[in-house]
């Protein structure tokens, strides 16, 4: 067999993105739930426009989802009926600390997670959290302008403090924050930056990113200091880079665009900054204060392994001249020798091993895949049944790749959880109507529907790659 013994196979999902109940049981505003469905939401997750409130013109999908906040018990449900070993879901910082900034968490927020744990528990499947999923309270944002502040660190610590101490014996897994690249691309979901006019963006992004890397040095501290067996790790939105012509100035290109990537897992698992980071933030008057203690901190509590999303490879070139691709939010030139989905996101199940093989030569450390899938425009018949022949074409061609970077190349893999088991609240457009589900969930882009879940083929399909461990992906 390919896959070790204990291999975790399962899906992940995030708060915002299924749970809904935005505002029951004292939980607080969060800046995802200020992000709309339609053509505001790019304005408002870029940080571009500044939310504080909800507006009667927009649909807010994350006040509701797909309610899962009541339907967890039937979701998990179904996937302990596809064999899951592992579920990756990630805490509302809301739920806990409503405002981020109170001394003594919500209890009836605790209690909710601590429900769901037992219930992952109880069918025998693993807790894998993300601690933060795009998740930030929108009091710390109004008071501090987001992870810009220094002060947010505290507040995050004393919510990690919470939640590790009242899960201990029960959660073996973490990650700190969820593609925590993404706020290069997506200030204000990935960090609650908006900008003011005139404001030096580039400056406040590396503000927030090194708050965000102390952060999550003290959450992996205080995780290991409360119970040693617990394993931390960091995740990336990866993806090969690859340049669009063998000219050196896109291989040169194609490599900077590629440390700007690795620039985060060169600190979360190597505990300092490199020096082709220093330099450019150096030159460019923007690099943020980085204290002794801040060093230590960072040196002394890397990750325990490296986590990671891949969706697609992306491709870039020195000419300035050639369009880049819109249906992505990080920059990409289109590859003409990929196919693309619904929504233009390049499909390369060869990049995915090519990927794998570059961190693990890069840092040796275990890998976990925590996302990969494919978003697509799913038509249910009358009993809520869909042929997603496409979804699986899909999911096979990654794993086969997957396999040869474990079986071939050598890579020391651990679990691979599909992106949204369970159809959801796109992050990117806010839709439902890209779903990634094995299971069909009955709602709307505009949140109507019965709510309704059905399985899908993908179900019966994913259930035999887990039950033969991988071997099985007919
Ligand atoms: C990752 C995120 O970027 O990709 C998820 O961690 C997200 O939150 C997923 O949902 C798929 O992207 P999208 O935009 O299709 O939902």
């Given at each position: 067999m390919t896959f070790r013994k204990n291999f975790l196979w399962g899906g992940a999902t995030a708060a915002n993105q299924c749970e809904g109940a935005f505002d029951l049981d004292g939980r607080g505003l969060a800046n995802v739930d200020l992000c709309p469905v339609g053509e505001d939401r790019v304005p408002v997750i870029t940080g571009q426009k500044e939310a504080y409130d909800f507006d009667d013109k927009n649909f807010y999908p994350a006040k509701t989802a797909i309610d899962m906040y009541h339907h967890y018990k039937e979701d998990i449900g179904l996937f302990a009926e596809m064999g899951f070993k592992v579920y990756r879901f990630s805490i509302a910082w809301t739920r806990i600390f409503p405002k981020g900034d109170e001394l003594s968490p919500n209890e009836k927020g605790l209690e909710f997670y601590e429900n769901l744990i037992d219930e992952c528990l109880k069918h025998g499947i693993e807790p894998l959290i993300t601690i933060t999923h795009f998740d930030f309270p929108m009091n710390l944002c109004e008071k501090y302008g987001g992870w810009r502040s220094r002060k947010v660190v505290g507040f995050y610590k004393n919510f990690v403090r919470t939640i590790i101490e009242r899960f201990k014996g029960k959660v073996k897994y973490y990650l700190?924050?969820?593609?925590?690249?993404m706020i290069l691309a997506a200030p204000f979901m990935g960090a609650g930056l908006s900008f003011k006019d005139g404001e030096n963006q580039e400056e406040a992004m590396y503000q927030a990113i090194h708050n965000e890397f102390l952060a999550s040095a003290y959450a992996t501290k205080i995780a290991h200091e409360i119970d040693p067996t617990i394993k931390v790790g960091c995740m990336l939105n990866s993806g090969v880079i690859y340049p669009a012509t063998c000219k050196p100035e896109d291989v040169f290109e194609a490599q900077k665009v590629a440390r700007d990537n690795y620039f985060f897992t060169d600190v979360q698992v190597r505990g300092y900054y490199p020096t082709y980071k220093l330099r450019e933030l150096e030159k460019k008057g923007i690099l943020p204060e980085i204290t002794d203690e801040d060093k230590k901190i960072l040196r002394e509590n890397t990750v325990d392994f490296i986590s990671i999303s891949y969706y697609t490879t992306k491709t870039v070139t020195s000419d300035k001249k050639v369009a880049l691709s819109k249906s992505n939010l990080q920059k990409t030139i289109d590859n003409p020798y990929l196919q693309r989905t619904e929504w233009g996101w390049q499909v390369d199940a060869l990049g995915f091993r090519t990927t794998l093989n570059e961190i693990y030569d890069r840092y040796q450390k275990p890998i976990f895949v925590v996302e990969n899938g494919l978003g697509a425009r799913d038509v249910a018949d009358e009993n809520g049944y869909v042929d997603d022949a496409y979804r699986i074409a899909y999911l096979r061609e990654h794993i086969k790749n997957m396999k040869d970077a474990v079986e071939i190349d050598g890579v020391d893999l651990f679990g691979y959880t599909t992106w949204g088991p369970i159809d959801l609240v796109s992050a990117s457009t806010g839709q439902m109507s890209k779903r990634y589900g094995f299971i069909y969930v009955d709602c709307d882009d505009f949140g109507k529907g019965s709510l309704r879940r059905t399985r899908k083929k993908s179900f019966y399909w994913y259930k035999k790659v887990i039950a033969s461990n991988g071997e099985d992906l007919d």
């Open positions: 700190t924050f969820n593609e925590i690249n």
